[in-house]
């Protein structure tokens, strides 16, 4: 158990579907990573959420949008995805931003 | 842009053996540089976190070491075990990203 929880942990979608993931860390961390795991290809990193104002953003195409509710919550919307997108989408906490980093056990995602 | 690089991108060790690893950086201006594993199915672990004005961390049979200057760290693990079996990460944190390298598969053979 490593503090945080992602749901779900697999999802099938078609391109036009709506489908949001969920990240929960319950460490008292004040920051928040997605990432994207491809095979073959170094971690992603998507988005990153310092108490809980987002302080990164790297040329994520906006069919992905992320939301930080609060300090302990993170999710990734996403809607009208490409084939492309099928990957193992990690979700990570850290005391401070930049910190030793806890992760999620992913969700896999694949868009049919 | 930072560039991280992971070499070999698999290993494969008799049980007991001291082995390795080596991950290099091409941008010297980091904050800190961390080693993680994953294991199949999994997200990844945090091994250790080497901050830029240190030289080395230590946690049990892992030591991990960092020149800046080089641009080159490395993870000694001793007396490799088979649950050592794993892909091992590293990671540069400078400006607010955090760079990864592909990994190195390693398999410690019983």
């Known amino acids: 158990e490593t503090g945080v929880t992602q749901t779900p942990r697999h999802l099938v979608m078609g391109m036009t579907n709506k489908k949001s993931l969920k990240c929960e860390q319950h460490?008292?961390?004040?920051?928040m990573y997605w990432y994207k795991q491809s095979a073959k290809k170094p971690l992603e990193l998507m988005f990153v959420?310092?108490?809980?104002?987002?302080?990164e953003n790297n040329s994520v195409p906006s069919r992905f949008s992320p939301e930080c509710p609060n300090s302990s919550h993170l999710f990734l919307h996403l809607h009208t995805l490409q084939p492309e997108d099928s990957a193992l989408y990690l979700c990570?906490?850290?005391?401070?931003?930049?910190?030793?980093?806890?992760f999620g056990d992913g969700t896999r995602l694949s868009i049919l | 842009k930072q560039e991280v690089t992971q070499i070999p991108a698999a290993l494969s060790v008799p049980e007991g053996e001291n082995l390795v690893l080596n991950c290099s950086f091409t941008?010297?201006?980091?904050?800190?540089l961390q080693w993680f594993r994953q294991d199949p199915g999994k997200g990844l672990t945090s091994l250790l976190l080497?901050?830029?004005?240190?030289r080395e961390q230590t946690s049990g049979r892992l030591n991990a070491s960092l020149d800046k200057s080089s641009g080159r760290s490395t993870l000694y693990i001793a007396a490799s075990q088979p649950g050592d079996s794993a892909t091992y990460l590293c990671?540069?944190?400078?400006?607010?990203?955090?760079?990864f390298g592909t990994g190195t598969s390693l398999t410690v053979i019983p």
């Open positions: 990570a906490s850290s005391q401070v931003a930049g910190g030793r980093q806890h």
């Open positions: 460490l008292g961390h004040n920051a």
């Open positions: 959420y310092s108490l809980e104002e987002r302080v």
């Open positions: 941008d010297s201006a980091i904050y800190n």
């Open positions: 080497i901050q830029s004005s240190q």
């Open positions: 990671a540069a944190y400078g400006g607010n990203q955090f760079y």
